[in-house]
């Protein structure tokens, strides 16, 4: 990679990408989300609450994207995962991901969501220790992308992690028992992540590692197959399950309780045998971009 | 869907049930967790005299919320030309306050608290000692909520607090909800809570 390519980073073509794509992610729910909550309206039964739920959402949805107004007040964390070429600086990604982000605050397009712990202070620009997340994986070829997660807080609170056996929800190291604490997790999260949700969720690694990767999984369409048949049929099965709660939408009863189950595996240390859940809200923003070497860039 | 105007009576919370589409009308905050955290330590169980800047909170807030309401939210708000607006200001997640609410309720007489996932047997006890009900706003809908929400009045702890956690005084019209615990001790929360365990029993088998 030449050092002109390199640039592409620092130039403003990519400041304005990345600004674009904040914007984007914080007032335009994905296409696959919308039409599973249309679905779901559809399915519940007419006059509902779920249903009438359901419907205030779909407005919601259709007025923050007319008005380009955050769908949520809550524009959550963001989360920046990005593939890139060999070569690249992750300290100037990181510097341009910060810069993107700030200015997306000034405008009222993401809220300050980065509060000091000890002091109690917010930074006011969404910008802080570990604030934006900015995860970079190094791919092949010269692509970079960029995908763009914001994660609200009242979902982030309600995910949980696992430790298996887990002899009181009676949960062995096998699919069965993934599926038992998994099941636990929807049930304890009622409607207060905002449901219907989509869970990611990770099969081993370590307590690190397993948030990390389950949040990956947030990033697949909801209409994908999992390549891996045993985790595509615990999806599906988890799906079901969770369908049969009753929780629904917010909580407050119907059919609708998850739209997604994502299912991701990392190899584990003998000893653990971690299961670690994620929960995305209904509103579950996620956009990707692909910045090519000329510098020009456009929405996957 | 009933019509609330704030202040509130008490026969008019009695007349709330469980289950019942409300739209709010009137004056009332913002308030989420250092708010929350503030009003118990700082104001109401406060060790000492209060500070000057404390005390005229303190009566502020007490006329506001008197037969009045607290709101669950951290918005997004815009200053332009001097003036705040709300940008977007769904609910946030309740069941955080369940340490203070019901401290809050008793001491300035509200009569509706504002947010999304229910609260716990504190609240819904002090609910009905002080008739006063929970009301389950929409949560995620920003922008449908930020609608009612046509004027800002005032801000307080802006500074200390930051921009989400301020207490945010707005005048709302016709801000929709559903009324999920009432001051007779109903709260569906709890009773869906029940509905999922043996449901979930069934599916596990």
Redesign the interface.
């Given at each position: 990679m030449t050092c002109d390519e390199k640039n592409r980073l620092s130039g403003p073509d990519f400041s304005e990408a990345l600004y674009s794509l904040i914007r984007r992610t914080a007032c335009d729910l994905p296409e696959d989300v919308e039409q599973a909550l249309k679905r779901a309206c559809d399915h519940e039964a007419p006059n509902s609450?779920a249903q009438k739920?359901l419907s205030?959402?779909l407005?919601?949805v259709g007025?923050?994207r007319k008005?380009q107004?955050?769908?949520?007040?809550?524009?959550g964390l963001p989360l920046f995962f990005i593939r890139h070429p060999s070569g690249l600086s992750r300290q100037t990604i990181e510097k341009a991901c910060a810069d993107a982000v700030a200015r997306a605050t000034r405008e009222?397009f993401l809220?300050?969501?980065a509060?000091d712990p000890v002091t109690?202070?917010?930074s006011?620009n969404c910008v802080g220790a570990g604030i934006p997340g900015v995860y970079c994986e190094e791919g092949d070829g010269e692509a970079l992308s960029v995908a763009l997660m914001l994660k609200g807080?009242?979902s982030e609170?309600v995910g949980r992690q696992y430790s298996l056996p887990d002899d009181a929800l009676?949960a062995g190291r096998d699919p069965e028992g993934v599926r038992?604490v998994v099941?636990?997790a929807v049930?304890r999260a009622?409607?207060?992540g905002?449901a219907p949700g989509i869970l990611g969720v990770c099969i081993g690694g370590d307590r690190g590692s397993g948030y990390l990767h389950s949040k990956h999984q947030l990033l697949r369409p909801l209409e994908d197959a999992n390549p891996d048949p045993v985790l595509a049929d615990l999806e599906k099965r988890i799906l079901n399950?969770a369908n049969?709660?009753?929780?629904g939408p917010?909580?407050?009863?119907g059919e609708t309780t998850l739209l997604g189950v994502k299912i991701g595996a990392l190899h584990r240390h003998p000893a653990c045998y971690f299961v670690t859940v994620t929960y995305m809200?209904?509103?579950c923003r996620r956009r990707e971009i692909r910045i090519e070497t000329d510098g020009t860039w456009r929405f996957l | 869907m009933i019509e609330l105007n704030i202040p509130i009576s008490e026969d008019r919370i009695l007349s709330l049930h469980a289950g019942d589409a409300v739209a709010i009308s009137g004056i009332a905050t913002t308030g989420r967790d250092a708010a929350h955290k503030y009003m118990v330590e700082r104001l109401i169980e406060a060790k000492g005299p209060l500070s000057k800047e404390d005390r005229c909170l303190y009566d502020e807030l007490k006329t506001i919320y008197r037969g009045g309401a607290i709101y669950h939210c951290g918005p997004i708000v815009r200053k332009s030309d001097e003036r705040w607006s709300i940008v977007s200001a769904g609910p946030t997640t309740s069941i955080r306050e369940e340490g203070y609410e019901d401290k809050v309720i008793a001491a300035f007489g509200l009569r509706l608290v504002i947010g999304k996932g229910g609260m716990g047997p504190r609240t819904l006890a002090a609910c009905r000692a002080h008739k006063a009900v929970y009301v389950h706003a929409i949560g995620g809908a920003g922008v449908t909520s930020a609608e009612a929400m046509v004027e800002v009045l005032d801000v307080f702890k802006m500074e200390e607090f930051g921009l989400p956690e301020a207490f945010w005084k707005i005048r709302f019209r016709l801000f929709p909800g559903i009324v999920t615990m009432d001051a007779h001790g109903r709260s569906l929360h709890a009773e869906l809570a029940e509905q999922f365990d043996e449901r979930l029993a069934r599916i596990l088998g």
């Open positions: 609450t739920v205030l959402f407005e919601n007025l923050a008005k107004i955050p769908l949520c007040q809550d524009t009222q809220r300050p969501n509060v109690a202070r917010n006011g807080g009242g609170n009676r038992r099941l636990d049930r009622e409607g207060k905002c399950d049969r709660l009753g929780i917010l909580g407050l009863g809200c209904w509103e | -």
